[in-house]
């Protein structure tokens, strides 16, 4: 790939190839590039998106590296999970991604991942359209959520409050198997 100056735009950034083996996002104008997550993260993101589908799929659209824009210019993400209420994903255009971050944005957290990373994008997406942001940690079999009255850390035998997306209670130990 032919080097770069400054920021990488989204108008950039769409006609750059994937590379082998992983794929790239564009986090504040960077290209990261980023690789395949092993077998237990999809397991953990199969379970999210199935209670998700199960609680509230009815009411949006819920999908696995889900891609969106949180901000217009300089970012193209990919939600491990994400949740979208049905009249912002019916507006999005079938060749485009969603502008805005989705109503519920859920991360399983990588050994790749940094907490600075997650920070940054907590705060973007918080900033940019999500209700709550879930930070799921398959070590220690917790879910981080922000953004809300649901905020708090939970663990296998709680249950998450999914009444800000009109849906019931989600059993912490239906993540984790």
Request: glycine content about 12%; hydrophobic content about 40%.
């Amino acid at each position: 790939m032919a080097a770069t100056t400054g920021l990488i735009t989204v108008a950039e950034f769409e006609k750059i190839p994937n590379p082998a083996g992983g794929k790239y996002e564009l986090r504040n104008g960077e290209l990261i590039d980023v690789s395949f997550p092993p077998k237990l993260h999809h397991e953990i993101c199969r379970a999210l998106f199935l209670a998700l589908y199960r609680l509230i799929g009815s009411l949006g659209y819920a999908g696995t590296e889900l891609p969106f824009r949180p901000t217009q210019d300089y970012n193209e993400w990919a939600a491990d999970v994400g949740w979208v209420i049905n009249d912002r994903w019916t507006a999005v255009g079938g060749r485009q991604c969603l502008i805005g971050a989705p109503d519920l944005v859920i991360e399983v957290l990588s050994p790749s991942n940094t907490a600075m990373e997650m920070l940054d994008r907590e705060e973007i997406c918080l900033r940019n359209g999500a209700k709550q942001f879930w930070t799921v940690n398959i070590e220690t079999k917790t879910v981080k959520v922000n953004g809300g009255p649901a905020s708090g850390i939970y663990k296998p035998g709680d249950e998450i409050d999914m009444a800000d997306f009109g849906g019931g209670k989600l059993p912490v130990s239906e993540i984790f198997g």
